[in-house]
């Protein structure tokens, strides 16, 4: 069902102090930032070898990420795994009883289609279904 790790994704305070460290100490490749309305974030995307770390920045005080941070920190926010059909990967644990935050895809960054499994599922990990997040080379 997995095809690999998409990218991990980091909440941050603000992209623009969190960037230096990734893009330009550890020299990973920024493939672009957007801003995703539905979701109320600011993305930046960089590349390490097949997979990429996510910068998610709030884009309002009542987003997901906001909430986050506000109890969390800045950190790892979830792993997103690739998949080649997310309906089917879906429909899958569902039928497994897994506990889905997401039970229909919807529209996440750079185009992709996503899901989210709820972390209780996986030892306390939030986990994300990716599909289609190819990035421009």
């Known amino acids: 069902m997995l095809t690999r790790i998409d990218?991990?994704?980091?909440?941050?305070?603000?992209?623009?102090n969190a960037l230096?460290?990734?893009?330009?100490?550890?020299?990973?490749?920024?493939?672009?930032?957007?801003?995703?309305?539905?979701?109320?974030?600011?993305?930046?995307?960089?590349?390490?070898?097949?997979?990429?770390?996510?910068?998610?920045?709030p884009t309002s005080p009542d987003s997901p990420i906001a909430k986050f941070l506000e109890k969390n920190g800045e950190g790892i926010h979830h792993i997103a795994y690739a998949?080649?059909?997310?309906?089917?990967?879906?429909?899958?644990?569902?039928?497994?009883?897994?506990?889905?935050?997401d039970a229909?895809?919807?529209?996440?960054a750079h185009g992709a289609m996503i899901a989210f499994v709820h972390p209780k599922n996986a030892s306390g990990v939030l986990s994300e279904l990716c599909q289609s997040s190819s990035l421009p080379s």
Not at 21 to 44: C, H, N, W
Not at 104 to 108: D, L, Q
């Open 20 to 57: 230096p460290f990734y893009r330009d100490s550890l020299e990973m490749p920024l493939a672009g930032i957007e801003d995703v309305t539905e979701q109320k974030v600011r993305v930046a995307m960089l590349r390490t070898g097949e997979s990429k770390v996510e910068l998610l920045e």
């Open 104 to 108: 229909v895809p919807r529209k996440g």
């Open 83 to 101: 998949v080649d059909d997310i309906g089917k990967a879906l429909e899958k644990l569902a039928k497994e009883g897994v506990r889905l935050i």
């Open 7 to 16: 990218h991990i994704g980091i909440a941050v305070e603000s992209i623009e």
